[in-house]
């Protein structure tokens, strides 16, 4: 019997013969097939194993057994410590393998989980309601939201108590509306000074047709309060209403919002008597409408329709309004000078802090030389006149618009302008030294938010910019102001891009 030790002449054990090359010398071989089918104990007189279990159950490895190997002298059985990684065991061609016998240890006994720590129970159901709070407010968050108006839900639910629930993935909103009583307020005297009372029908939004109802605007000349009464049955105060500058069956920008709507409710807001006073002095160009929060009309009256009641305006007040509102007799237009045409898409003005330069193409050169000689007096302003302009004969007259670029835009529900943008310095510069000249502002949002609430947004973003042009010395009477809402992108709403751009000022002047 060999014995293995850790020197250099060990015997190594050999690497297994392969199976097509090994020698029969009729004696047994470890290696080679032997029967596992039988139960374990009953193994046969030729099984060189007969003592041993093939498959101990007592640790991965045996210590020592009747284990064999061929050497020269014959078959000998290995004693002592077997190396781990060593093959113990005989290898076979059967893919059957004797099943093992699980030891057990001990009495066996039910499988019974520990009863759980009440004091576990509890920290996990803190831990748990803290993170549903933190879901819940995150998730509230995403919903409130709103490119351009994170608080336009809320405002208009003040005001209209709409109960809204959004899906921030779709931008989908679905309303329940309820009927809301909106508390009454007093109607001015009919004798009031600078009072006047218009009556008109209110008619299908799309038709012009089909009246549906009676709305009485009471609108001072002198300081701009307008208070209403809508006889509408429809109206529950989920509705609000507007002055808009377009005549039937366009649908133009807003230029007064006079809130929420109910039926038979007196409503009571201020408004500029600038913006007062070109719906009185024009009242063709201008119409009342009842809108949902959504921004779709549902009925509409125009001012021209209407009936006046009561007019309690004396002479200085009509020439004070005619002022006001900018009357196209009292301009450059009535000696023949008129520079733009704002209904054609002609030669613009860029403005780039103070950098004035003109682009497009006019009719001839006596239109690009009168509209530089209308800018000349800026280069004394400290403005630089830059002329780009092209003589293209059948080109539109210049329109008047004024590109800004970047220069006005707002943030996420914001109205305020930041900072002391050059550009409106320039801008005023421009008016001054073109006294006749007046300009319409035009506020924009994007399309997150309720479209009544954008509505309001815009008609805001406006009033600060003529706000601050006033204060640069330009008179308020020659500023207008519109609210187009979301109703005119320039950009991509789908991107945090173009709802930037989106949230802007244009101007466009009028000579």
């Given amino acids: 019997m060999s014995h293995i030790s850790s020197g250099e002449n060990d015997y190594r054990y050999p690497p297994p013969v392969p199976r097509d090359k090994r020698v029969d010398t009729g004696e047994i071989d470890p290696r080679t097939t032997y029967d596992l089918s039988a139960e374990r104990g009953s193994y046969t007189d030729d099984n060189p194993f007969a003592d041993r279990d093939p498959f101990p159950t007592s640790g991965p490895y045996p210590q020592t057994g009747p284990y064999r190997r061929q050497t020269e ?39 019974v989980r520990p009863p759980s720590q009440s004091g576990g129970l509890i920290a996990r159901a803190v831990v748990g309601g803290l993170c549903l709070l933190l879901l819940a407010g995150a998730v509230g968050w995403f919903l409130n939201r709103g490119g351009d108006d994170e608080t336009e839900e809320t405002a208009v639910a003040e005001e209209a108590a709409t109960e809204t629930v959004e899906e921030a993935d779709t931008g989908v909103r679905e309303e329940t509306t309820t009927t809301v009583a909106l508390t009454p307020v007093a109607l001015p005297e009919i004798t009031e000074a600078g009072l006047v009372l218009y009556e008109m029908q209110l008619l299908d939004a799309y038709t012009g047709t089909g009246a549906a109802g009676m709305v009485e605007l009471y609108m001072n000349a002198l300081n701009g309060q307008i208070c209403h009464v809508f006889n509408v049955a429809a109206l529950n105060g989920q509705y609000l209403g507007f002055v808009n500058q377009a005549f039937f069956p366009r649908q133009g920008p807003s230029v007064i919002n006079l809130g ?27 119409y009342v409408a009842a809108i949902d929060l959504d921004g779709k009309i549902l009925l509409r009256g125009q001012m021209s329709e209407a009936t006046i009641a009561v ?43 103070r ?15 009168n509209l530089l000689a209308a800018f000349l007096q800026l280069s004394g302003q400290g403005v630089q006149v830059v002329d780009e302009l092209q003589v293209q004969e059948g ?41 006749t000249w007046t300009a319409t502002v035009a506020g924009h949002t994007d ?37 187009f809402g979301a109703d005119d992108p320039i950009g991509d709403n789908n991107t945090n891009e173009g709802r930037a751009a989106n949230r802007r000022i244009e101007i466009t002047i009028n000579s």
């Fill in 311 to 353: 007019d309690n305006r004396d002479d200085a007040t009509r020439t004070n309004q005619q002022a006001l509102a900018g009357d196209p007799t009292t301009g450059s237009e009535a000696d023949g000078t008129e520079l733009f045409d704002n209904e054609n898409d002609g030669a613009f003005i860029e403005i780039d802090d």
């Fill in 73 to 111: 002298s014959g078959l000998q059985p290995v004693t002592g410590h077997i190396r781990p990684g060593h093959r113990t065991r005989p290898r076979t061609t059967s893919r059957a393998i004797a099943p093992r016998a699980t030891p057990v240890r001990g009495a066996a006994r039910p499988n």
């Fill in 355 to 369: 950098t004035v330069m003109f682009k497009g193409a006019v009719p001839d050169q006596a239109t690009a030389d």
């Fill in 260 to 286: 929420a709507t109910a039926n038979a409710v007196p409503q009571c807001v201020s408004a500029s008597p600038i913006e007062v006073a070109r719906a009185m002095v024009n009242p063709d160009e201008f």
């Fill in 447 to 483: 399309n997150f938010g309720l479209a009544a609430y954008n509505r309001d947004l815009s008609l805001r973003r406006a009033n600060t910019v003529r706000q601050r042009l006033a204060e640069l010395g330009i008179a308020e009477n020659r500023i207008s102001v519109e609210g």
């Fill in 395 to 435: 080109a539109p007259a210049p329109s008047g618009r004024v590109v800004i670029g970047n220069s006005l835009l707002f943030g996420v529900d914001e109205d305020q302008l930041t900072g002391e943008p050059v550009v409106l310095e320039t801008l005023a510069d421009l008016l001054r030294v073109n006294p």
